[in-house]
Every structure is written in C-alpha cells, then in structure tokens.
C-alpha cells in the first residue's frame, strides 16, 4: 500500500511539473496599423506558458516591436483569425478552445491602439492579471473550503512571492506557499471522515478537503459549437465572436454512490453539463447545488465579484437551450490533452487544474 501511495505521488509530482512546463509556440504580427517603418518588422517568436496570461508577454513582444509603433499611449491586446483575445483567460486554455486543430505556432495579432473596449474589460498589464487571479483564487477558496479567509488573509509578502512564483514558472515556489492555503488535495474518502475531525478542527481555521464535508471542486467550462456532420476538426469554423462560446462556472460535487469504485470524468461532465448528456436535454441548465453556483461568491464580503468575467460573459440560459436541443459532445479538452472519459475526475482535479486552483474545461459541442 505504502508503495502504491508513492507510485501516485510519483505521478502526481510530474504531472503537475508538465502542466508547469507546457508552453504554446506563438508567432505574433503587428498589425498593419500600427507599423510606421518600411520594411515592417518581422514576426516575434516566443513560448507562452499555458498557465501564464498574454498581458505578462507584453514587456518582451513591445520590445520587439517598439521601433516601429506610432507615437500615443499603449492599449496592448491580442487576437486571432479577427477574434479579440480575452486577457484573463489562461493561454493554454485560448489555445484549446479556439484551435480546434492545434496550429503550431500560433499565429496572433498584436494590437497597439484602438483597444476594443466594448468586447474587452479594460487591462492594465500586470497588475490587472494578478488581480484576476487572486479574485479567482477567492473564489476557488469559497467553493472548496466554504470561505476565502485562508486566501484574504495572506501576507502581502506571500501574495507577491505566489504571484512571482507563477510568472517565473517556479512550481517548487508555488508548493511552498500554496500549501498552506489548504486548498487541496481532493479525496474521494473526504466522504466518509467521521465528524471528530470537524470537532478537532478550530473555528477560526480554514476547511479543507477531508474535513468531514464533501469536495467540491471548482470547474470553469467553454462550450463552443461546430458543425455536427464535421468530420475532421481541422475544418471547423473559426469562432468569429464570443457570443457563440458559453463560459460556465459550475463547481462539481463529489458524491459516492453505490457500486462506482470512482468519479469518472465523463460521470462529472453529465453532471455539470447534463443539458448535453442527458438522453433527453432539458432545454435549460441543471441549477442543483452541484452544479451551479453563481459567479461570485454570496455571503461572503471578502470575495470580490467577477465584474469583469460578468460585464464579459456570454453564457446564458436560452443559448444553452438553443445548444442543448440540437447538440452532442464532439471533444473536451484539458490542459490540451483529450481525455479519456474513463478517468478518474479527481485526478483530473488535482494534478490538470491551473494554478488558481479552477480545472478549465474545453468542450466542443456538434450543432446541426
């Protein structure tokens, strides 16, 4: 047993260190407005860390280009195939979702001026990045342990030192601080600690998993539509605005149930996607404790809402009616990989989930 527990912390360990080291290939163009040189420069070649946000890759790609651009003030942003790119979203899971057929490198256009605030929140580089991802650090916190005390309550000095850990990609840095937040790891025999373990635990102390209630596991979902006669992905429509995508935050609950030996993904899926899963779909989403929770996290001052993910979010009921009624699960994607349906949800949970502690999910829905 002690052997077999080593072997799986074993995996775990390098799991998470190739979800550390995983980078997209990008080629990144100047838009043709904003070149004030003849001839215009050359392309930017560069690695984008999945877990990292294009706003971080600003300084490196303005240095290449700063030669050439017009005078003004900066407003930095990105797109592909004429789709803005939405800042918060890590990249590898842009990459996943809009390359139905990975495209090495990825071909991106980077924008100077004319930042296109009616589709994008604004985004002041850095700092904007590091307060998504504390927000969304909140609200995992919120979802796993019932409160985001544990997240509120960190040292500015840990704040910045977690934040520096994961621009630099230093996992062994992240471990150290990280751990102390008591966000992890997901079991499945939290379910059945026996109530002492709450009764030894101080109040003043955060829960975690394994506390004596069940986990839930924070999941971020992106559905996006194709064709349902498609037969090879490669030939799917660019996404050409992101009213055709539905961004979904759905926290999964673990429940046991007699006779499964373990969560699957494709189980976690039905259960947090059951408009597309089920036999007959519902035509509106499953809004059961397990499979809904709002964007920010009610009852709970310390949490800061969403605001920009709302003022953003495209996802709403009638469309994922309208998907439900005439859809079916082509491909999911996580961390780029296409998972076997078989495998154990949590530990997709524990060793794909990003550094925010949310599992992102791609899911590709055929529509007629």
């Known amino acids: 047993m002690a052997e077999r527990r ?35 420069p050359p392309p930017f070649l560069t690695l984008g860390p999945r877990i990292g946000y294009f706003p971080l890759l600003v300084p490196i790609i303005k240095a290449h280009f700063s030669s050439t651009l017009p005078p003004g003030i900066d407003t930095v942003w990105f797109e592909y195939k004429g789709l803005p790119l939405k ?91 990280s751990t102390r937040l008591k966000l992890g790891p997901f079991e499945e025999d939290c379910l059945v600690r026996t109530s002492s373990v709450e009764g030894q635990q101080s109040s003043e102390e955060p829960e975690s998993p394994g506390s004596g209630k069940p986990c839930r596991v924070p999941v971020r979902l992106y559905v996006r539509s194709v064709q349902q006669d498609l037969y090879d992905l490669e030939d799917a429509v660019p996404v050409s605005d992101w009213d055709s995508i539905s961004y979904i935050n759905r926290p999964f609950e673990v429940r046991k149930e007699e006779g499964r030996s373990y969560i699957s993904l494709e189980h976690a899926l039905k259960t947090l996607l059951p408009e597309f899963f089920s036999s007959k779909a519902s035509g509106t989403p499953d809004d059961s404790e397990h499979a809904q929770t709002p964007d920010s996290a009610p009852g ?65 829905v055929g529509i007629r």
């Not at 799991?15 to 290939?25: F, I, L, M, S």
């Open 6 to 40: 080593d072997d799986e912390a074993a995996w775990s360990a390098e799991a998470a260190r190739r979800v550390w080291g995983g980078a997209v290939p990008l080629q990144v163009h100047l838009h043709d407005a904003d070149v004030t040189t003849l001839p215009p």
């Open 87 to 177: 800042w918060y979203i890590p990249i590898g899971v842009l990459y996943d979702l809009l390359c139905a057929d990975p495209e090495r490198p990825w071909n991106l256009t980077v924008h100077f001026r004319r930042y296109p605030s009616e589709i994008l929140t604004p985004c002041d580089g850095e700092d904007s990045a590091k307060w998504s991802y504390m927000n969304s650090l909140k609200e995992a916190a919120f979802i796993i342990t019932g409160n985001s005390k544990n997240v509120m309550n960190m040292s500015q000095a840990d704040q910045g030192a977690l934040w520096q850990s994961i621009m630099k990609g230093n996992l062994d840095r992240y471990m150290n601080i």
């Open 300 to 364: 709970d001052p310390d949490v800061t809402p969403r605001s920009c993910q709302k003022v953003e979010s495209t996802s709403s009921s009638q469309q994922e009616a309208d998907m439900a009624n005439k859809g079916k699960v082509k491909l999911v994607r996580v961390q780029g990989i296409e998972l076997d349906m078989d495998i154990p949800f949590l530990w997709v949970a524990n060793n794909l989930k990003n550094p925010e502690c949310y599992v992102h999910i791609c899911v590709y």
